[in-house]
């Protein structure tokens, strides 16, 4: 799977569509039997990430009418303390002049489950599986928005290690986790917003490297 995603070529909607036909997944919720709810996933988040004491959907469930299977993709839940809510408006859209998170950083993950959301369930999948998807991304964030968001924070250790172990449970990935450079690929064309530019992508292989750096150093002096 990683040596397909690596190969590919193409840009805007064409990516998108790829992504969706390399990427599969069965749902830690279908494993247990479930058609509905978050407590099936519970499992593998708490496993994935025991601080969090409290899960939430980072893009509105509503959305989806609750239903199986996005509602037990583990890719899509979050830390409920990260405060979600207060940055929706009345349409439970990501807004960027919204605050109320408890980190900054933790916008770039709320960027990359929006985008994955939209890779993996938008409406060119309903035939599949027979549920209300969304149609457009607007419906979740706007699209500069996420950009931004993902380009300034991008995925750092915890994240990294939370979508691994994820992939562990249920299988796939988030791409936009594991590969940072698609999400601007994937959604930069045809949206009015430029692609990153040459500083922007050395920014973001920086902040990485500062992260793994700080991490070995963390990890040596617990052993």
Sequence with gaps: MNAAIEALTT??????ANLRQIISITPYGSRNGATNGL????AAVKDAEPTWNTLDYIVPADLYQRKYPIVSDA???GNAEWNMDSMRDTNKVFQDSLSGLSAASVKGRIARACAYSHTMYSSTQSAKYSVPLITTLASIIPISTMIKW???YPPDIAE??????I???QGGMNPYVTYPYLLSRAYATGTGQAPPS???IVS???ALIASLQSFSTDLQKTI
Excluded: M, P, R, V
């Excluded at 840009?11 to 998108?16: H, P, R, S, T, V």
């Excluded at 407590?39 to 519970?42: M, V």
């Excluded at 990294?160 to 172990?165: G, H, R």
């Design 160 to 165: 990294i290690a939370y979508c691994n172990a």
């Design 198 to 200: 040459s500083t922007q």
């Design 167 to 169: 992939s562990n449970k």
């Design 75 to 77: 890719f899509l839940i």
């Design 204 to 206: 973001q292989a920086n």
């Design 150 to 152: 993902h380009l300034n």
């Design 39 to 42: 407590s099936f996933t519970e």
């Design 11 to 16: 840009d805007g909607d064409a990516l998108i």
